[in-house]
Antibody, heavy 117, light 110 residues
Framework: EVQLVQSGAEVKKPGESLKISCKGS????????IGWVRQMPGKGLEWMGI????????KYNTSFQGQATISADKSTTTAYLQWNNLKASDTATYYC??????????WGQGTLVTVSS | QSALTQPPSASGSLGHSVTISCTGT?????????VSWYQQHPGKAPKLMIF???KRPSGVPDRFSGSKSGNTASLTVSGLQADDEADYFC??????????FGTGTKVTVL
């Protein structure tokens, strides 16, 4: 069974760093792109970027370039989303999702990130 | 890349149908065979309902159907059930590993 299990909710202060994770299982993790999607409170889905775990090739939505960093470790079948300087505007639920062809067929349960002083 | 445009809300009576539109440009929907639709219940992760404009993943009822004309894609839900009440998002593959989502439509079952 394909599963993407994300790390738990986080509460951080502005300026802090954070790395959230997405562990894949039940399929060949290395050979499927993993995407990250932001959903701000009460808002829609925003595609942030995508990574190919086998060689860590990464593509960012230009709107998110430089805002957060996507990485992956194929040895632990885990993808990551990382911030070095969190802002209140980063408060959102973040989803990872497995890309199949040109859509996302399996999704993680979401990680709520709250940034507040 | 701007978000695809969807109506904020749509509604239909139990057992009836509702159609949601998703409007983009020739750079995304108009030029792509790869339009997807996702259903999201409150507090839950999105679920793939339609891919490649009109194909359904295994397990998705045939009450859900998709189509496209020009720069606009549509999702129709027939035989509305209470559990169909959710947010629906369209998405298009744009090229070179870029994707864009729609603004989302809240479907209410009357």
């Amino acid at each position: 069974e394909v599963q993407l299990v994300q790390s738990g909710a986080e509460v951080k202060k502005p300026g802090e760093s954070l790395k959230i994770s997405c562990k894949g299982s039940g399929y060949s993790f290395s050979t499927h792109w993993i995407g990250w999607v932001r959903q701000m409170p009460g808002k829609g889905l925003e595609w942030m970027g995508i990574i190919y775990p086998d060689d860590s090739e990464t593509k960012y939505n230009t709107s998110f370039q430089g805002q957060a960093t996507i990485s992956a470790d194929k040895s632990t079948t885990t993808a990551y989303l990382q911030w070095n300087n969190l802002k209140a505007s980063d408060t959102a639920t973040y989803y990872c999702a497995r890309r199949r062809d040109h859509n996302f067929d399996y999704w993680g349960q979401g990680t709520l990130v709250t940034v507040s002083s | 890349q701007s978000a695809l445009t969807q109506p904020p809300s749509a509604s239909g009576s139990l057992g009836h149908s509702v159609t949601i539109s998703c409007t983009g440009t020739s750079s995304d929907i108009g030029g792509s065979h790869y339009v997807s639709w996702y259903q999201q219940h409150p507090g839950k992760a999105p679920k793939l309902m339609i891919f490649e404009v009109s194909k359904r993943p295994s397990g998705v009822p045939d009450r859900f159907s998709g189509s496209k004309s020009g720069n606009t894609a549509s999702l129709t839900v027939s035989g509305l059930q209470a559990d169909d009440e959710a947010d629906y998002f369209c998405s298009s593959y744009v090229a070179r590993n870029n994707f864009v989502f729609g603004t989302g439509t809240k479907v209410t079952v009357l």
